[in-house]
């Protein structure tokens, strides 16, 4: 599980330098609401091999620590309401959005639906 709230880095930089390499769960959640991204982080963690398998990279947003230009690409490219709770969206290795969450997804959702994409299918192929 990745943090970015100590990292010099936007998050666009980042999630750029994953594509085409990682896919990434982005999970972003408000201060008063941690216990989902808890709750999260909790079932992900337990899931560490099939997180591996699907090359898949965890990044948490905790609302507070997210700097304004960060929050303003949440808002403008993956549709953040700053009012929400929760939200997760599903970023695949081709940059895109494939699923977006308002609760935190049980890992075995997650993984069935990567597991269902083609850019995977040819991955386990080989």
Known sequence: MESI????KSLR????EKKDHRRVLLVYGRDDAQHYIIEQQEALNEQRDGL?????????LVASLVMEPDRQFLMHEYKLNPSDDFAAWLIGKDGGVKQSYKKPVAPKDLFQL?????????ETKH
Do not use: Y
Not at 13 to 16: E, G, K
Not at 52 to 60: G, H, M, Q, S, Y
């Open 5 to 8: 709230a100590n990292q010099s």
């Open 13 to 16: 930089a980042i999630l750029n």
């Open 52 to 60: 591996a398998e699907r090359d898949l990279d965890v990044i948490v």
């Open 114 to 122: 990567i597991d269902s994409m083609p850019m995977r299918q040819q």
